[in-house]
């Protein structure tokens, strides 16, 4: 039930959806898997949204060189406490009504069920594939949704995975970009994050169309955006189980 | 056989256009349509194909695969960052 602050509050985007897709986001757990370039404004924008509990999982401690589009930190916040620690401080300063879990750790093969288990949806903010790949293979195995979404440059890359009813992030992707130091800039990050942040609440909501089997790129350079229709791969080693049992 | 090839992002600015058509024999592969496409745009000698992402209808597609007359090749630059 909301309260009437809740009801003030979320006056604007109730106007839109309605009382029920609001409770739906109070009652909501969702995982941030990440806290770096899209971690950030997808923390920001479901902490206004009204998003019940977040999960924010991130090892790392700021570093100055994340500054240019981590805006969840400032020069202060350098080499002092983890990246969940602070951004769970930033994020009750936007709104005391959320509750946020923190976890400064990695996420490993051994961990992953402990940390993700009663989410509803997971977002993958990560920087690197070999985590994505572990993510991936989780929510095909617990059927949760994910929000996945990889950028370099000006150029970001975003899709929503149903488990069973879209492809999976293997069967899109099932060779990794090479591990180095990517280039950044923080509006990409920004626009990606933003649209992540808009993915999970339209999930939670229903309201509108996700990005389900679609995969949305963008150039921000060139100003062109892409989107093609994906199909999940019948063989997939992952997830084509999940539509075997579907058919049954 | 002719064939579609559409580059994104980076992919665009190297060949130096959104899309190209390849003429290529009936029996022709993934591998083969990447070899005219490195012969007509050198500059992306570097990147094709081991590193990228190739879509031909929605479906993630690998050098051995056979084309099909009409198909269009996406070409994706492999991101990883976040």
């Known amino acids: 039930m909301l309260s009437e602050k809740e009801l003030r509050r979320y006056d604007r985007q109730v106007m839109m959806f309605g009382k029920e897709a609001q409770e739906k986001l109070k009652k909501a757990k969702v995982a941030i898997v ?14 206004a949204a009204g998003i019940g509990q977040l999960f924010l999982i991130d090892e790392q401690k700021p570093e100055l060189s994340n500054l240019n589009r981590q805006i969840l930190y400032g020069e202060e916040d350098l080499d002092k406490k983890a990246k969940p ?7 009750r300063q936007l709104n005391s009504e959320i509750k946020v879990r923190t976890y400064s750790k990695r996420i490993y093969r051994e961990n992953i069920e402990d940390l993700l288990n009663e989410v509803d949806a997971v977002v993958d903010a990560l ?3 070999e985590t994505r790949y572990l993510l991936n293979e989780f929510c095909v195995k617990k059927r949760k949704p994910l929000i ?3 950028v370099e440059g000006f150029y970001g890359q975003i899709t929503t995975i149903l488990p069973g009813r879209t492809p999976c992030l293997n069967c899109l992707f099932p060779n990794p970009p ?4 990517f280039p950044i800039i923080g509006v990409t990050t920004g626009l990606l994050g933003v649209l992540q942040a808009n993915e999970v609440i339209k999930l939670i909501t229903g309201y509108g169309d996700n990005l389900m089997g679609k995969l949305f790129t963008y150039d921000l350079l060139h100003n062109k955006a892409e989107c093609i229709d994906v199909k999940p791969n019948p063989s997939c080693p992952v997830c084509s189980g999940t539509f075997r049992l579907r058919r049954q | 056989m002719k064939i579609k090839i559409k580059f994104v992002s980076f992919l665009r600015e190297l060949s130096g256009v959104d899309k190209a058509e390849l ?3 009936q029996d022709a592969t993934i591998k083969d349509a990447m070899e005219k496409v490195v012969y007509d745009f050198p500059k992306l000698k570097k990147w094709l194909p081991q590193h990228i992402w190739m879509f031909i209808n929605g479906n993630y597609v690998k ?10 090749i996406a070409l994706f630059p492999p991101v990883g960052g976040g």
Do not use: M, R
């Open chain 1, 178 to 181: 090479k591990k180095k130091k």
């Open chain 1, 34 to 47: 990440g806290l770096g370039g899209l971690g950030s404004p997808i923390s920001i924008y479901l902490t």
């Open chain 2, 63 to 72: 050098s051995q695969t056979q084309l099909k007359d009409n198909d269009e």
């Open chain 1, 127 to 129: 920087d690197n594939f």
């Open chain 2, 23 to 25: 003429c290529l024999p």
């Open chain 1, 148 to 150: 996945h979404a990889a």
């Open chain 1, 85 to 91: 620690v602070l951004a769970k401080e930033k994020l």
